[in-house]
């Protein structure tokens, strides 16, 4: 049941003069006021600016992704602050992005959209949803949280970006093995989901609760899609065993230039039919205009991002403790040899580290001044000295 909206603002129109369409009226101001100060640069622009942020490695697929959120800027401005109709112009951009955990996935994400362009943004785990009438989390409150991260301005949020993390999770399962009735009954947390999620990602106008309880008699509001970009994060493992043959495989192995227009259509059919074996309905990837693939860091890329993303922290965290932290090279290889023996990429350098680091911080913390605290590695272990 939908709510008038003088019920659903009743705290602004508690004053005469402000009826809704005045309200309205200020916030599509507020919105295009908001999107003409967006900033705008050249994808290499962005891509380069991704890096000086601390972003490091997967340059192909950055670029891919600068060049899309600088379409998304683009597509924005013709829209909402120069008029152009939005039929007029090539649809939002959903994006797939595909590669193993600590890849640098979401990272790029919040990069781009929360520290660049700072676009009301959502990164959600959507492993938590289920299909609306259940209990969870509705597939729709996905849009409540981001039209609070846009500071309760629906407009506004409308023309931010949705990160659905642990896409893959999502995958449904053909087999009848794995709990009594689950061949004759709704799959709430898998197709179901992701028949949720495919009005959403098309473009519509969708009904959105404005709490997130489970009620189907609450508050709600018409939330608009069509300029709402979603990008799927996930590591689908498995998915290349699916799409091992002669010539297909997801990503940037294929170059664009040496594939015909013939051998591209067979690649999105073949890459359509992995997802559908994998346990996605073919609807869903189809709604997503791009697949990105991201390799695996190598040690070069997890050594750079050990000394100029993480250590760096830990440095400044002992300098304030007047204390000199140094983690040998020997420690530092180690490190990223475990990272990539375990395949747990740039997201275990911080755990691999943190024994030592507390042990150094548990003896030290508020006791020693002007000491120097070495990190190094002894008979395969990390070890922490005094100095």
Known sequence: ?????????????????????????????????????????????????????GYKGQLEQRRAMALMAYRHIR???????????????????????????????????????????????????????????????????ILTRLVSAA??????????????????????????????????????????????????????????????????????LTF???????????????????????KAAIGFQTKPDQMSEKDSAIKVVEEVEGFQKY????????????????QPLTEETLKQILRDNILPQYEREFASEGLQLEVTNEASEYVTGLCLKRGTGARGLHSELARAIEQAAFETFGEQHGKQVLINLANGKLICEIR
Not at 9 to 22: G, I, K, M, V, W
Not at 163 to 179: G, M
């Open 151 to 220: 500071d309760n301005n629906p407009l506004l949020a409308e023309c931010g970006v949705v990160c659905l993390d642990e896409f893959d999770k999502i995958a449904a399962s053909s087999s009848n093995s794995r709990f009594a009735g689950e061949g004759t009954t709704k799959d709430v947390s898998g197709y179901g989901v992701q028949r949720e999620l495919l009005t959403m990602l098309h473009g519509a106008d969708v009904q959105v609760p404005m709490d997130y309880g489970y009620s189907q008699f609450g508050p709600r």
């Open 1 to 53: 049941m939908n709510t008038n909206y003088d019920d659903l603002f009743a705290d602004e129109l508690r004053e005469p003069e402000l009826n809704y369409e005045q309200w309205r009226e200020e916030q599509l101001k507020a919105r295009r006021g908001f999107i003409a100060a967006l900033p705008i640069a050249t994808p290499q622009a962005i891509s380069e600016q991704v890096e000086e942020l």
């Open 279 to 294: 346990g996605f309905l073919p609807e869903l990837i189809g709604r997503f205009t791009r697949i990105v693939s991201f």
């Open 75 to 141: 597509r924005l401005k013709n829209i909402h602050v120069e008029g152009i109709s939005r039929q007029s112009l090539p649809p939002k951009q959903n994006t797939l992005l595909a590669g193993p955990t600590g890849c640098g996935k979401t990272f790029l994400i919040e990069l781009l959209f929360k520290e660049i362009f700072k676009l009301p943004t959502v990164i959600v785990d959507i492993t938590s949803f289920t299909e609306s009438g259940y209990i969870g989390d509705d597939v729709k409150t």
């Open 224 to 246: 608009a899609t069509f300029d709402l970009p979603f990008i799927a994060c996930g590591a689908f493992s498995g998915l290349d065993e699916l799409l091992k043959t002669e």
